[in-house]
């Protein structure tokens, strides 16, 4: 086999099996998951060219402890042995990378309380700050501008 990308050798096996050419198919995939473990589609397509009912199961079962989540490969094996194991609840957590160690939560968990923290403290230094300076005073101004209307009136006082 000239080809070194894993894919393409996948996609040259699924087409091999597709083509009725059962035994190169599952020569190229049993080669292909001994380099490429965790290829789950290479498990489940060399569940589909195995003749033999316990490797076909032991194949299905390997495409679901890859995948627990795989229904094809759930549903194969039921039909196959009568049997799958349990999918998994939607509470149990998929394996964790490095990326999302408990160690690393931890270490983001920490760092966001810093942050809320800090946010805090310039918070209650910006309001200090505004409390110790003296309040704006206000200046009332009158303004007063007179104005003086003279009005003439006028009173009758009898003759005598």
Do not use: H
Not at 70 to 87: H, I, K, M, Y
Not at 125 to 135: E, R, S, W
């Amino acid at each position: 086999m000239a080809q070194t990308d894993p894919l393409a050798r996948l996609s040259e096996a699924i087409t091999l099996a597709k083509g009725g050419k059962r035994a190169e198919a599952r020569a190229l995939l049993l080669e292909l998951t001994a380099q490429q473990p965790d290829l789950e589609l290479a498990w489940l397509w060399l569940g589909s060219v195995t003749d033999e009912v316990d490797e076909r199961a032991d194949y299905l079962r390997r495409a679901l402890t890859i995948n627990p989540n795989n229904e094809t490969a759930r549903s194969a094996l039921v039909r196959l042995v009568g049997s799958a194991p349990p999918p998994p609840s939607p509470i149990a957590a998929a394996p964790l990378n490095e990326s999302e160690s408990p160690k690393n939560s931890l270490i983001l968990i920490i760092l966001a309380m810093v942050a809320v923290s800090l946010v805090i403290v310039l918070a209650a230094v910006v309001i200090g700050n505004k409390l110790q300076q003296p309040p704006a005073t206000l200046t009332p101004t009158v303004s007063f501008t007179p104005s003086y209307t003279p009005t003439l009136r006028y009173t009758l006082t009898p003759s005598r």
